[in-house]
């Protein structure tokens, strides 16, 4: 195909002088629909139960201070295999993707074309061809073209808008998954820790029954005890050993679950350090402004409510008339041989305007939608805000009441195993009878189990409170996982 140099110097000089004024009126175009602002929120000035003298671990990887490389490991492993964080990254590729498709338009769009035919008419019953017309005839072309929508109204940069919202809203929702990955990883981790403490109990108190009805039976052989007394020794042993299976089903539950998390197949999960050797990390403190900014949810929300904003804007435009610019070079010639000779250029540019006269309310229907789609998703947003002041109230109160249930149960805990000594040295001397010990022990055991469930749930508690609160650490875990969208960063700005 020819360059330039053969096109017509007029055409060339014409479209010189017009171009400037498109991209004026381009640029000078207004954007119809409002703009965003930030709605204001009214956020209480503290928590109820806040927090005193504790340092802020924004912006670190939490779970490190609970001093447990297994644990450590497990996250990691999770991070970089899991499933659910796997498919939110492919919808931020997939929004990104949507983004340079609708922001297209604001970019002269090329084109080509070509063909080619060959043809013969009929001579049979018609006026005889002249001696100068070829038959058969032959004809080729090729032809490359540009057009340009003209965006003065803002049409297509308020779609570009929402698109863009609507991809770090997608990239708000990957980092939400990574920050529920995380706390369930370590939830379930913690879970699983306190089943081992209470199956070591269990398991103590079997062998603990199984040594009283061993003497029983020894003791009812020569006649020192009653079968009763037997039975009710057995009665003991036997509930120890019903719990032992109850504590192993709720162990492989939690375990095929923190497998599924780590993107495995269902199996065992090694463990680390035990409860009591696990670090106690503190909480974090600091204005609810401050820590739920950055959480997930309502960053989501917000880019949620940006776009439907933008949405308004495009739906408006279409009151609006669309002016569109075209041009084409190329080539026809009747000879493959003569297609690229100058006589065979060809030309062509224009514009052309189309806009609405009556649409029956098609236009304004849509308005009518995104109007009341902004308003949801507004709705949406302070909702989100008030249910994470919410969560940040109820982890910080949860954790509290915790540490106050777990210091009675302890006491509790001290308390039966004083009386389970005492009654079975009055029955050793023969001042009470063994169902005092019996009793005693049927308050022990249940309470162990129960403190070590406590425990457990105390450093739940604390993955809780950094869950609800959200904050930096999540951009650290998210440059642990492997798929990582690249584009979320060039979106940064506007186009």
């Known amino acids: 195909m020819k360059t330039n140099r053969n096109c017509n110097p007029e055409a060339m000089t014409d479209m010189r002088r017009l171009l400037p004024i498109f991209y004026i009126l381009l640029l000078t175009g207004c954007m119809v629909g409002p703009n965003y602002t ?49 498919i939110a990254a492919a919808a931020v590729e997939q929004a990104a993707g949507i983004l340079i498709q609708v922001r297209s338009p604001l970019f002269p769009q090329a084109s080509y074309n070509g063909s080619a035919a060959r043809q013969r008419l009929s001579e049979e019953n018609a006026t005889p061809l002249s001696s100068s017309i070829p038959n058969p005839q032959e004809a080729y072309q090729i032809f490359a073209g540009a057009t340009w929508e003209v965006d003065l109204w803002g049409r297509v940069r308020r779609l570009s808008e929402a698109a863009r919202a609507d991809l770090l809203s997608t990239e708000e929702a990957r980092r939400g998954a990574i920050l529920s990955l995380v706390a369930l990883v370590a939830t379930n981790y913690f879970q699983l820790c306190g089943l081992d403490e209470q199956l070591a109990i269990a398991r103590k108190n079997l062998a603990s029954y199984g040594e009283s009805v061993r003497l029983f039976e020894l003791q009812f052989k020569y006649g020192q005890v009653s079968r009763m007394t037997v039975e009710q020794a057995r009665t003991r042993y036997e509930t120890a050993a019903a719990t032992i299976p109850q504590i192993e089903s ?18 065992p999960v090694s463990r680390g350090r035990t409860l009591g050797e696990l670090a106690l990390p503190e909480v974090p403190e600091g204005l609810p402004s401050q820590l739920l900014a950055d959480r997930p949810d309502i960053m989501q929300a917000e880019q949620n409510l940006i776009a439907a904003n933008a949405q308004i804007g495009a739906a408006r435009a279409l009151y609006f008339p669309t002016i569109s610019l075209t ?42 939608q ?61 001042y009470a009878p063994y169902s005092t010990v019996l009793q005693a022990q049927e308050q022990l055991f249940p309470a162990q189990l129960n403190y070590a469930m406590y425990r457990a749930s105390l450093f739940t508690s604390l993955v809780n409170i950094y869950k609800a609160m959200g904050g930096g650490w999540v951009t650290a875990a998210d440059k642990l996982t492997e798929a990582r969208n690249k584009d979320a960063d060039t979106v940064k700005k506007k186009p």
């Open 327 to 368: 041009t084409g070079y190329g080539q026809a010639s009747g000879h493959l041989s003569d297609l690229f000779k100058s006589p065979t250029r060809t030309w062509t540019y224009g514009g052309t305007i189309t806009g609405p006269i009556f649409t029956a309310g098609a236009i304004s229907g849509q308005v009518k």
């Open 38 to 86: 930030r709605p204001a929120i009214h956020s209480p000035e503290t928590y109820r139960y806040e927090v005193k003298e504790a340092r802020d671990t924004a912006n670190t990887i939490w779970w490190e201070q609970f001093q447990d490389p297994t644990l450590n490991e497990l996250i990691l492993e999770a991070l970089r295999n899991n499933r659910d964080v796997k």
């Open 250 to 267: 709720q162990m492989v539950q939690i375990e095929n679950a923190l497998s599924v998390l780590l993107g495995r197949n269902p199996g």
């Open 370 to 430: 995104a109007e009341a789609a902004h308003q949801a998703a507004l709705l949406t947003y302070e909702r989100s805000i008030q249910n994470a002041f919410s969560d940040v109230e109820n982890a910080l109160s949860a954790r509290t009441k915790i540490i106050d249930q777990l210091q009675a149960q302890k006491r509790l805990v001290d308390a039966a195993g004083e009386y389970t000594r005492l009654s079975t040295l009055l029955y050793d001397g023969g």
